[in-house]
Every structure is written in C-alpha cells, then in structure tokens.
C-alpha cells in the first residue's frame, strides 16, 4: 500500500505570474484607498455644508427675528442704535444687505433722505441683484426732483425684476412730468401687457389723453370701469371728457356716477363746477366749489372762480375779495385774480392799490391785452391821461381787436376834446363789430352833440339799416332832421319812432307834437302831447 505524503512547499515569489498579482493586489488597495479618502472628503465638505446651511438659517432666522423687532420699535434712534449693532457682529453679504434696506426706511422715517441714500447704495454692494434698493433709491431721487438719476435707478430695478409694476408706474409719470408723453405711453402699455386691471386701463386713459388721442382714452376709461364698476376716478375724466366736446347731458351723468362710487377723485367736484359755469348754473357751481375747496384748501383756481361767482353773479364784493386774496396767496403768479380784486378797488376808489394788482399781473402776463386795460382806467380815474393812453395803445397793439380799449380810450378823448380821434376810434369798433347798432349809435349821439347834424344822420342811416326797429334811431335822426329844418323828414322819423314803440317813450310824441305844432296842425299836436302825458302818468304809476 503507497501512502503519498503531502509536502508543502514555499513558493517562488520572484516568479512573475507571482509579481503581477502582487502589483495588482497593491494598486487596487490604493485605488480603494484613494477612492475612500475622496469620500470621506466629500462626506465632510457635505456635513459641512449642511452644518453652515443650518447655521446661516438659524442666523438669517435670528436676524430676521431681530429685524423685525426693530420695525416695531416706537423710536427711530432705538432702531439705528440695534441696526448699528447688527451690522457690525454681521458678515454675511446678504443679511448687511437687508440690514442697510432696514436702516435707509429708518432715515427715511427721520427725514435724512441723503443718509437713506447712502445706505440703498451699500445694500446694492452687498447684494447686486436685489431690486428692492434700486426702487427705494430711485424713490428718493424722484421726491427730490433729481428725475435723470430716478429714471436710472428704477430702469435698474426693472432690470433685475421685470414685473416690477410700481417701477413701470413711477417711470410712466417721470416721462410726462418730462413731456416725453409718447415714452410715458409706452410704458403705460407695458402695464397693461403685465398686469391689465383697472388701474392699468385707467392709467393708460391718462397717457392717451395726454397725447389727444382722446378715442383710446375714452374705450380705456371705460374698460377701467368694467373692470371696476366703481372706479371713480374713470367717471370723473370721463365726465371732463364730455365737457370739453360740450356734451354736458353725458358729463354731468358721469359726474353724478363718480360722486356715487363714495370713494372718488375730489377733483370731480371742480370740474364739474366749471360745467355748470358755462351752463350758468351758478348756485349749484358754487355749491361744487364750496365743496371741494372744503376738502382741498389749497387750490388757488378754485378760490379764483368762486371768487367770480361771488362778485359778478352775486354782486358779493366782500367775499369775492377774500376769495381773490386767498387764490394770490396760494398761486403769486395767479395774473386773473390780481386783475378780478383790481377791479374791486377800482369800484372802492382805491386806485393806488388797484394799479399794483394790475402791475403785479402785467408782470406775469406782460402780452395780455385787458390787463393794459385795466390799468389804464385806474389812471384815467387818477387823472393821470398821459399813462392811460399809453397803456390804451399798448392793448391795442396787442389786441388790435381789444373792444375795451377802444371805448375807454374813446371816453378819455371825448374828455379832451380830441373830436377827430373820437371820430377815428369809433370806426374802428365799426370794422371790429359792423353789426353792432349801439357802435353807429353812440357815434351819432357824439356828432348830435357837437351839432354835426349830417354826420348825425349819416351814422344814424346805418344804425337804422341794421336795425330797422330801432326807435330811439328814428328819434335822434328826427331830431337831426328838425334842426337841418327839413320838418317832412323829422316828422316821418317820429311817426316810425312811435310805431317802433308806440307805448313806452313819451319822448317820441312830445317831438312830433312840436313838429305838427309848427306845421300848424294843432289838432294832431293835441293828441300827441295827450298820449305822451298818459304814458308819463302810466309810467309814474309803475
């Protein structure tokens, strides 16, 4: 029996199969090795990152928490002392930047709008990309007039939030303030095209307007209130849209909706004012006014119409002069109310203080012909002739067609004796109005007076052509007549003055009467001067 000892024998490691594994054997531990470190790395950086996540959202927690205490806070020292603070135990870019937004609303609060500056623009360093500084910035640009800059920052804004509405709204109102109305309009559409409420409908109607293109602005104004049945402020601009193309039926129901919506433009009550006055409503105008300028003190226009309705609808010249005080006080350049309370002192004989108000409005309006005008009577008043008549000139040149001029320039001359320059004027009121009986009228009764019967009759001839029933005409060319003696002609003028108006005028009689007395007709004579004392009689009893 063989038995087989097994005998174990050392291998030959210098063998190369042998080699090789080994080698392989070694890299694969140092790829795994290798490998293993990396993920542990990323294990770490992982838990790290999770760890700093934690942390920062504790902290932006924390933060917040403390921001929001601040906004509490009664006293805006309090707040700048705690935003101090945690500005400078912050680090992170994000919060210093909510941190400097909270602390410019703070100046801003304390009316330190440069400080407040200051602080949007370190937020912006902080985080570039957060519009919300760019928009409080261009806000404080724009309350302060500086409109390029406030433009930019609000672009800049839109920039890093296109949707932002109030952006869109406040570069909308920039361009017309700028009159750039077409740029106002387009971004006036690009609200629409964002957010079409009411508001956007509404705001467009304004921009159309603004350009007369009053058709868009009307469909805009009414798709405002479809959208909002009870947008007043659509109604109102509605209703002044009516009343400038004189449908006043459509505006006044437009009114009425506005005042119904309770919440409404206070303007309305203005305008609507100013419709009745060319309606001459004048109670129901006043009401309007009294109204809104309870409500809106400082309007100077508003105290300047009451003012008129006052002193030339209610011969109220005590109110009418406070209300003409009041709208200077409020408009210094408000030229109609220095010239309305002028008059006022004309009427009280203080003419000194009347020719200030008519200096103050001629330097506001030194191309306003009434206001030369005005002037010049007070002068006249004054005796001062040399100065009337140059401003009298001096609102002719303006206003070559200034009716006011002429007459009282006309009355200046009549006072000096100037006859050929009476004569003058008075053809030009002709070529002014040539229909205009009390113009031939008047200048007749001029050459009546100075005893120029023909010219008398010459102007009378017109007065009468225009107006064939003017009697007091007929009369004074009767007169005319009875003095050249040619009685036939006085007699005919007479009988038509009486049958013009053959009850009113114990005049027209009385003259006939001396004619058929003359003449002999004794009979007619009678009954003439009969007639005249029994509507002399009547008249007295009246």
């Known amino acids: 029996m063989n038995h087989y000892l097994l005998v174990w024998s050392t291998p030959d490691l210098w063998n190369p199969i042998w080699i090789v594994i080994g080698i392989g054997i070694v890299f694969a531990l140092i790829t795994i090795g290798v490998y293993a470190v990396r993920g542990l790395r990323k294990l770490y950086r992982l838990i790290q990152v999770q760890l700093q996540a934690s942390h920062n959202l504790s902290l932006h927690r924390e933060v917040q928490q ?47 709008p440069a400080l407040a500056i200051k602080d949007y623009q370190q ?8 519009d919300i500084p760019y928009f409080g910035r261009a806000l404080l640009y724009e309350q302060d007039q500086r409109l390029d800059l406030a433009l930019r920052s609000y672009h800049q804004a839109i920039d890093r939030y296109p949707k932002h509405i109030d952006a869109y709204y406040h570069c909308c109102q920039i361009y017309f303030v700028q009159k750039d109305l077409y740029r106002s309009l387009e971004y006036a559409n690009t609200i629409v095209e964002l957010q079409p409420d009411a508001n956007a409908y509404y705001n467009r109607g304004v921009a159309y307007a603004r350009v007369d293109n009053y058709t868009q602005a009307v469909a805009d104004y009414e798709q405002a209130i479809e959208l909002d049945a009870n947008y007043a402020n659509a109604y109102v601009n509605l209703g ?5 193309i004189e449908d006043t039926q459509r505006a ?56 008129w309705i006052h002193n030339e609808v209610y011969d109220r010249a005590d109110l009418a002069f406070e209300d003409y005080t009041r709208s200077i006080e409020l408009q210094p350049n408000q030229a109609r109310a220095y010239n309305n309370r002028g ?28 206001y030369y005008v005005s002037r010049g009577w007070a002068y006249q008043c004054k005796q001062e002739d040399e100065l009337a008549l140059h401003d009298y000139a001096r609102a002719i040149e303006l206003d070559e067609h200034n009716k006011q001029a002429y ?13 050929s320059w009476v004569i003058h004027d008075y053809h030009r009121l002709m070529e002014i109005e040539p229909d205009a009986v009390w113009i031939y009228f008047e200048c ?13 009759i010459q102007y009378l001839d017109q007065a009468i052509s225009i107006d064939p029933t003017h009697a007091l005409s007929y009369n004074n060319r009767g007169f005319a007549y009875q003095r050249l003696k040619d009685y036939e002609a006085a007699l005919a003028d007479y009988s038509k003055a009486i049958e013009c108006d053959p009850t009113t005028s114990a005049l027209y009689y009385r003259n006939r009467f001396y004619i058929y007395d ?23 009893l009246v």
């Open 66 to 112: 403390q921001l929001d205490h601040i906004r509490k806070s009664e006293h805006n020292y309090d707040q700048l002392v705690r935003l101090n603070m945690l500005i400078a135990q912050t680090a992170d870019h994000l919060l210093l930047a909510r941190i400097h937004i909270l602390r410019a609303e703070v100046y801003e609060n304390m009316k330190q």
């Open 123 to 130: 937020a912006i360093q902080y985080h570039p990309e957060n």
């Open 240 to 244: 002044i849209y009516y009343g400038k």
């Open 252 to 307: 006044l129901e437009y009114y009425q909706l506005a005042s119904e919506c309770g919440d409404y433009n206070i303007d309305m009550h203005y305008n609507r004012a100013l419709l009745y006055i060319d309606l001459q409503e004048y109670a129901l105008a006043l009401e309007d006014l009294n109204t809104y300028i309870a409500l809106e003190s400082g309007y100077g226009d508003a105290y300047y119409n009451r003012g």
């Open 343 to 370: 008059l006022i002192y004309l009427h009280r004989q203080q003419y000194d203080l009347a020719i200030q108000d008519y200096n103050m409005a001629i330097t506001f309006y030194p191309n306003t012909s009434k």
């Open 407 to 419: 007459i009282n320039r006309i009355a200046l001359y009549k006072a000096k004796g100037y006859r």
């Open 444 to 456: 007749s009764w001029y050459c009546l007076d100075n005893k120029d019967y023909e010219l008398t």
């Open 518 to 540: 003359f003449l002999g007709e004794t009979e007619k004579a009678k009954q003439d001067w009969d007639m005249a004392d029994q509507i002399e009689q009547h008249l007295h």
